[in-house]
T-cell receptor, first 115, second 113 residues
Framework: AQSVTQLDSHVSVSEGTPVLLRCNYS??????LFWYVQHPNKGLQLLLK??????LVKGINGFEAEFKKSETSFHLTKPSAHMSDAAEYFC?????????????FGTGTRLKVLA | NAGVTQTPKFQVLKTGQSMTLQCAQD?????MSWYRQDPGMGLRLIHY???????DQGEVPNGYNVSRSTTEDFPLRLLSAAPSQTSVYFC????????????FGEGSRLTVL
């Protein structure tokens, strides 16, 4: 069965410094991978997705992620953090393993951006 | 374009009461799903459907029922609410795993006293 591990529950960075949010996945087949962002008391917004095309995926607001099959990772990065990036971020995996059709979420990483 | 619409946005129930959370999408998506979000636990899949008449259990299905009589609608029923079901519920739809991302409703905050 597929699963997702977000390695950090909280990450703090200073404004203008790089952001790294880590995600490892487990999947029996070729997965699709997604990053979503949730601002406080808001819904979920798609940042970017990987669906077996280019391994380096660019998303909205300057975020990008690299799919590394050998490391089963899909880490989210941004060169320079902005105050508006403070939110909770979720890594999601989906595949069709064993005839199931599920999107499985990680437990989330809360990003804090310090002025 | 409405996307995914959930109702109600807020609801307070007493233990043992029943209710239905409504979800409708206008994107002709075959795949629909319900999640609950609790602090520190991310979003956990309750039930999902890959098309009208087809439903299956997710990670935390106990205490919840679903049905899918049309492509557009996917209601979630709590037959006998318990305090452990206090949560924020999200409905989401997509063209299907491996083909597209999930589109989410705005969420429904449920409190069970």
């Amino acid at each position: 069965a597929q699963s997702v591990t977000q390695l950090d529950s909280h990450v703090s960075v200073s404004e203008g410094t790089p952001v790294l949010l880590r995600c490892n996945y487990s999947s029996s087949y070729s997965p699709s991978l997604f990053w979503y962002v949730q601002h406080p008391n808001k819904g979920l917004q798609l940042l970017l997705k990987y669906t077996s095309a280019a391994t380096l995926v660019k998303g909205i607001n300057g975020f990008e992620a690299e799919f590394k099959k050998s490391e089963t990772s899909f880490h989210l990065t941004k060169p320079s953090a902005h105050m508006s990036d403070a939110a909770e971020y979720f890594c999601v995996v989906s595949d069709r393993a064993s005839g199931t059709y599920k999107y499985i979420f990680g437990t989330g990483t809360r990003l804090k951006v310090l002025a | 374009n409405a996307g995914v619409t959930q109702t109600p946005k807020f609801q307070v129930l007493k233990t043992g009461q029943s209710m239905t959370l409504q979800c409708a999408q206008d994107m002709n998506h075959e795949y629909m799903s319900w999640y609950r979000q609790d602090p520190g636990m991310g979003l956990r899949l309750i039930h999902y459907s890959v098309g009208a008449g087809i439903t299956d259990q997710g990670e935390v299905p106990n205490g919840y029922n679903v049905s899918r009589s049309t492509t557009e609608d996917f209601p979630l029923r709590l037959l006998s609410a318990a305090p452990s079901q206090t949560s924020v519920y999200f409905c989401a739809s997509s063209r299907g795993p491996n083909t597209g991302e999930l589109f989410f409703g705005e969420g429904s905050r449920l409190t069970v006293l």
